[in-house]
């Protein structure tokens, strides 16, 4: 079993930075792969960013690519994503969850946060 709580969402201007975390408790969360997902009003939710168990595998959507950074510590259970160059497009209630295989459906992810809003002002 797993709990997740996200934190670090907020209001940006686009072009601003912002790093998200997600704060883990459970014995198990080292042996998971973790993935930030996000979802606007009115659309399906998407793919960000995955991280494997050990950190050494990393999978972004084109969307995230060379703009958002994923990385964990196991030590801390936590996972972050840093997002840089943020975009208007990028408005969304982020969540990061936790799955046993290294994917990017939001079906394989077992545990979820509740979620943490990011808004990016144009």
């Known amino acids: 079993q797993v709990q997740l709580v996200e934190s670090g969402g907020g209001l940006v201007q686009a072009g601003g930075s912002l790093r998200l975390s997600c704060a883990a408790s459970?014995?198990?969360?080292?042996?998971?792969?973790m993935g930030w997902l996000r979802q606007a009003p009115g659309k399906e939710r998407e793919f960000v960013a995955a991280v494997s168990w050990s950190g050494l595998s990393k999978d972004y959507a084109d969307s995230a690519k060379d703009r958002f950074t994923i990385s964990r510590d196991n030590a801390k259970n936590t996972v972050y994503l840093q997002m840089n160059s943020l975009k208007p497009e990028d408005t969304a209630v982020y969540s990061c969850a936790a799955a046993p295989t290294f994917v990017r459906y939001s079906r394989a992810y077992d545990y979820w946060g509740q979620g943490t809003q990011v808004t990016v002002s144009s």
């Open positions: 459970g014995r198990a969360f080292s042996s998971y792969h």
